[in-house]
Nanobody, 122 residues
């Protein structure tokens, strides 16, 4: 199964914004909830946001009010809009599908992307 592909990372100054994308050509975004995680070397993966099949969203306290998760099913894409970025947001960002039944039927449950690096300078 082709993995998800994250894109949109880069280097920004504190206070800046980025929009990450999580997509694949045949990814059934309408059947799969998606998590966003971030990872700093030597630390566990840190869950930061999720969106359900029904469109309900959740955020960790560290990003609440600054990050927004959304999706465009027509484009097979889930987005993470990140505003007011801080140096502590520096990490590799990953998306991962949930183990929803309809997602699993299509072979897309628990699929990770390869990650995209976000670096925020002070």
């Amino acid at each position: 199964q082709a993995p998800l592909v994250e894109s949109g990372g880069g280097s920004v100054q504190a206070g800046g914004s980025l929009r990450l994308s999580c997509s694949a050509p045949i990814f059934p975004a309408d059947r799969c909830g998606v998590y966003w995680y971030r990872h700093v070397e030597g630390m566990p993966h840190d869950w930061i946001s999720s969106i359900t099949v029904g469109g309900a969203t959740r955020y960790s306290g560290s990003v609440q009010g600054r990050f927004t998760i959304s999706r465009d099913c027509a484009r097979n894409t889930v987005y993470l809009r990140m505003n007011s970025l801080k140096p502590e947001d520096t990490a590799m960002y990953f998306c991962k599908t949930k183990a929803d039944a309809k997602c699993a039927e299509k072979g897309w449950a628990n699929v990770w992307g390869q990650g995209t690096q976000v670096t925020v300078s002070a």
